[in-house]
């Protein structure tokens, strides 16, 4: 039968180089973004989040990049390192009245080749 | 610092069967939340309580009850178990945002 299992897609990276990680989104109403690391067997770990009033934010090795224009997110993970193999998705935040609705993506499976 | 506790972590079970997926936290939040997770879909929300005493349905509600037993614990509960409900479950819980939420390390249930 077909494989429905994990058609995600996939991006392998040299250790040590960086990596791009995109994610688009389609509602303008969004307050903030979360970008989440899910390691194998695990739950999701908020790695960093960005207002949508910021263009972009950044952390430890990690950059999150927001074009609103055309409803775009980045993650760039710089001088990757085996650790980094997981699978990657952003969420969307909308708040209304107080109470906070969250979208998740799909995700991006990054491998890390040593 | 155990954070977040699902059980358990492997469920195998028939067309009809029940059980109780079972969640608690030891970093004392008030919200607590389940998430199921499909190949090529992101989690959606099953159902979540905001605090003790009151639960509330997400996303995908139907075929799911659960039950916030005190502060620590909230549980999942399949009445009657369908294929469709294979997946991987998730337990998180916050301080007051889904958005800070701490996850658990997941049930994988298969349903035949």
């Known amino acids: 039968g077909e494989n429905v299992g994990l058609h995600l897609p996939t991006l392998s990276v040299q250790e040590g180089d960086n990596s791009i990680i995109n994610c688009a989104y389609s509602?303008?109403?969004?307050?903030?973004f979360i970008w989440y690391k899910q390691e194998s067997g695990k739950g999701p770990q908020f790695i960093i989040d960005?207002?949508?009033?910021?263009d972009k934010r950044q952390g430890q090795r990690v950059t999150v990049l927001l074009n609103k224009t055309v409803k775009h997110l980045s993650l760039q993970i710089a001088a990757t390192q085996p650790g980094d193999s997981a699978v990657y998705f952003c969420?969307?935040?909308?708040?209304?009245?107080?109470?906070?609705?969250?979208?998740f993506g799909t995700g991006t499976r990054l491998t890390i080749i040593p | 610092n155990a954070g977040v506790t699902q059980t358990p972590k492997f469920q195998v079970l028939k067309t009809g069967q029940s059980m109780t997926l079972q969640c608690a936290q030891d970093?004392?939040?008030?919200?607590m939340y389940w998430y199921r997770q499909d190949p090529g879909m992101g989690l959606r929300l099953i159902y979540y309580?905001?605090?003790?005493?009151?639960?509330d349905k997400g996303e995908v509600p139907n075929g799911y009850n659960v039950s916030r037993l005190n502060k620590r614990e909230f549980s999942l509960r399949l009445e009657s178990a369908a294929p469709s409900q294979t997946s991987v479950y998730f337990c998180?819980?916050?301080?007051?945002?889904?958005?800070?939420?701490?996850f658990g390390q997941g049930t994988r249930l298969t349903v035949v």
């Open positions: 998180a819980s916050s301080a007051d945002s889904p958005a800070e939420a701490f």
């Open positions: 509602n303008s109403a969004s307050d903030y």
């Open positions: 960005i207002r949508s009033n910021m």
């Open positions: 969420a969307e935040v909308i708040s209304n009245f107080g109470n906070e609705k969250l979208t």
């Open positions: 970093m004392n939040h008030n919200s």
């Open positions: 309580s905001a605090s003790e005493g009151t639960t």
